[in-house]
């Protein structure tokens, strides 16, 4: 898998896609990042990406016209036997749909991962008209400008790739994988201050340990995000189990 990123701020992913899990993909050439600077596609000696704004509104938008550019080099670098539709352009705005965990598994199946980074008040729009570009928010607050979202995105679709991860089955049981918060996990010493790990993790019964996990991530989804529970499938036991936390809950 190839992902692009284009931002007007490449010095910012330097440090990030060196490290830990993303950086050895790269390395064992798992998958191929490339960053590339906006201000490469611009025409005039100033190198400028961003404008005021029609209307007057405050603040300045980047221009179409470098990043209209910029996309054309990308989607040419991809091989030529490619599928068309195994290539997505996003555009990450605060304005964009909710980027979630079954986003970045589509996003994993790709051959090329086009990321467009918004700065500043915005960007024109007819980068997201003209060029098809879907627009992904990864929250709803505003941060400085679209390049951690990037990186938020291109981790969370990286780990998800064959052979990135030792263990396949460590991604399946994390948060959101399955619509659910991922249960609690422990590890040595099993007596910290007097916390101790709960019995059945030291059990070696799989069985229990399976449906105890279970128990906890239902919990804790309960807790924290029940309106998740809305949209997973869930069995007479889980239902069962939810019902007694909301009686527990209720007194």
Not at 72 to 87: C, N, T, W
């Amino acid at each position: 898998m190839r992902i692009d990123i284009l931002t007007a701020f490449p010095g910012v992913f330097a440090g990030p896609f060196g490290e830990s899990i993303v950086g050895r993909a790269c390395r064992r050439d798992l998958v191929d990042v490339f960053v590339h600077d906006l201000r490469a596609f611009t025409t005039d000696r100033h190198k400028t990406v961003d404008d005021y704004a029609y209307g007057g509104s405050p603040g300045m938008v980047l221009k179409a016209e470098p990043i209209f550019r910029g996309v054309g080099h990308l989607r040419r670098q991809v091989d030529a036997s490619s599928r068309p539709d195994r290539s997505r352009i996003v555009l990450l705005s605060a304005g964009g749909r909710p980027f979630v965990q079954d986003t970045a598994r589509s996003f994993a199946e790709l051959d090329q991962l086009v990321l467009i980074c918004g700065h500043y008040k915005g960007v024109d729009e007819r980068v997201a008209t003209g060029l098809g570009a879907e627009e992904y928010s990864v929250g709803d607050f505003v941060v400085t400008g679209g390049e951690i979202p990037a990186m938020m995105i291109a981790d969370a679709v990286i780990r998800l790739l064959p052979g990135v991860l030792g263990e396949m089955a460590s991604a399946v049981t994390d948060s959101h994988y399955e619509g659910l918060l991922g249960n609690a996990v422990y590890t040595r010493p099993e007596n910290y201050q007097e916390w101790r790990v709960p019995e059945v993790l030291l059990s070696g019964h799989h069985g229990r340990i399976e449906r105890w996990e279970r128990q906890d991530a239902l919990k804790k989804t309960y807790q924290h995000r029940p309106e998740l529970l809305e949209t997973v499938e869930l069995t007479g036991e889980d239902l069962t189990y939810l019902r007694t936390l909301q009686r527990n809950e209720n007194g």
